[in-house]
């Protein structure tokens, strides 16, 4: 059933197994979105030149470039979110992943409603909240920082959007709402992903390490975003215009 998050959502699956592509394609369209499937990196990429999509289901172990070559490749110009597709239980893959941008994990075999579930999570995080009757969303300002929680973009004086996934962007809203507060790796996985996403300390350290590369001077010596060793990361981002 439409849950109301479908509408036009458009989602590439990229598997080489083609009864896994199958069985998803029925049950996604089923449920109301458009999917499109490709088998290896070729094919991948004609579909994403001919469509724009709004979720990737990427399989880890294709023929050619793997999983995570071809994810490094999406999102060197695009921040369509990335759900991996694994039969391996490596977590050395899955931490390569997310330091590359994938923004979930899922294990083979899975129950298609767990896929189901963890894109409807995505979209739902990645689209922007509806803004207030007066037009006012929330602004986080912060060192030339523009976060605009509302319409879910970053920007700075000299770039009107910064390109962020959904895990990057939940990231730093977290931790711009709570300015001088050291969170621990736990309280950030249960308020950027929830316990039902199989986050672990690695996730949080990686999407770190991406955003320090997006807003950082210097992402080795960090100013904004500083780690509190043996417990999680502080915001200590200036407000714009303090000294």
Do not use: W
């Amino acid at each position: 059933m439409n849950d109301g998050l479908t509408t036009k959502s458009n989602i590439l699956v990229v598997d080489d197994d083609p009864r896994i592509c199958q069985m998803l394609q029925r049950y996604f369209e089923e449920e109301g979105y458009i999917v499109t499937l490709a088998n290896d990196g070729p094919s991948m990429r004609r579909a994403m030149a001919a469509a724009g999509f709004d979720a990737i289901l990427l399989d880890l172990v294709l023929p050619g470039d793997d999983g995570l070559t071809l994810a490094r490749e999406i999102r060197a110009t695009s921040d369509v979110p990335i759900i991996m597709l694994t039969g391996r239980d490596d977590v050395i893959d899955r931490i390569v992943g997310l330091e590359i941008g994938a923004d979930d994990y899922i294990a083979k075999p899975f129950h298609l409603r767990e896929v189901l579930a963890r894109v409807r999570t995505i979209l739902r995080r990645r689209r922007p909240a509806p803004l207030p009757a007066d037009d006012q969303s929330e602004m986080i300002r912060f060192d030339g920082f523009t976060l605009d929680i509302g319409r879910r973009q970053l920007s700075s004086g000299d770039c009107p959007n910064i390109e962020l996934t959904t895990g990057e962007f939940d990231m730093l809203a977290a931790l711009a709402r709570n300015p001088r507060r050291v969170l621990a790796r736990e309280t950030l996985m249960d308020m950027t992903r929830g316990r039902s996403l199989e986050a672990f300390d690695r996730t949080i350290d990686a999407q770190i390490a991406r955003l320090r590369k997006k807003i950082e001077r210097d992402p080795k010596n960090p100013e904004i975003i500083k780690s509190v060793r043996g417990i999680g990361y502080v915001f200590a981002g200036r407000e714009n215009g303090s000294e």
